[in-house]
């Protein structure tokens, strides 16, 4: 019998729980009193060996989601893969980078929002400049430029 703390022991008489050695030699007898019994009241007794129970007293297994009881075998967990596998350094790397991406996506869409929060913002806020509309002059011809005004004079006379 397989220990399950969420299992359950049930008899209407009660009966005994026995734990037995690797050489399935009886270590202890322990009375289960009838009803139902929670296997987690024979906790202190989970390591010491094999368990079986009397006539007239049954272990039910608690229900799995699907809705029956799956009791797990030897080799059930055993997959076939190859034992020597190592992961490649690409597999590695690709690893890295999707674990990267996850931490950095979140900070990426907080950004994004705050931009276009302040994007609303700006565009309800701040005021539009309207440009005016560029004036045409028409002269007659290309425009001539004024005259530089002459220099002053050089003189070698101290100034007042």
């Known amino acids: 019998m397989i220990y399950n703390p969420k299992s359950n022991f049930v008899s209407a008489k009660g009966g005994t729980l026995y734990v ?3 050489e399935g030699i009886s270590i202890c007898e322990v009375a289960i009193p009838p009803g139902i019994v929670p296997m987690s009241d024979f906790d ?3 390591g010491l060996g094999k368990w079986s129970v009397s006539d007239g007293v049954s272990a039910v297994m608690p229900r ?3 809705g029956y009881v799956v009791q797990d075998a030897p080799g059930r967990k055993d997959s076939g893969a190859n034992p020597d596998w190592a992961p490649t350094a690409h597999t590695q790397m690709q690893r890295e ?3 990267l991406v996850k931490q950095m996506l979140p900070r990426a869409i907080k950004d994004q929002a705050r931009e276009r929060q302040l994007q609303k913002l700006a565009a309800s806020q701040m005021p539009h400049r309207v440009e005016p509309s560029p004036e045409v002059v028409e002269t007659d011809g290309p425009a001539k430029p004024a005259p530089a005004p002459a220099p002053a004079p050089v003189t070698d006379e101290p100034k007042q």
């Open 97 to 99: 980078i999707q674990s």
């Open 64 to 66: 799995a989601r699907s």
């Open 20 to 22: 037995h050695d690797a």
């Open 44 to 46: 202190a007794l989970a």
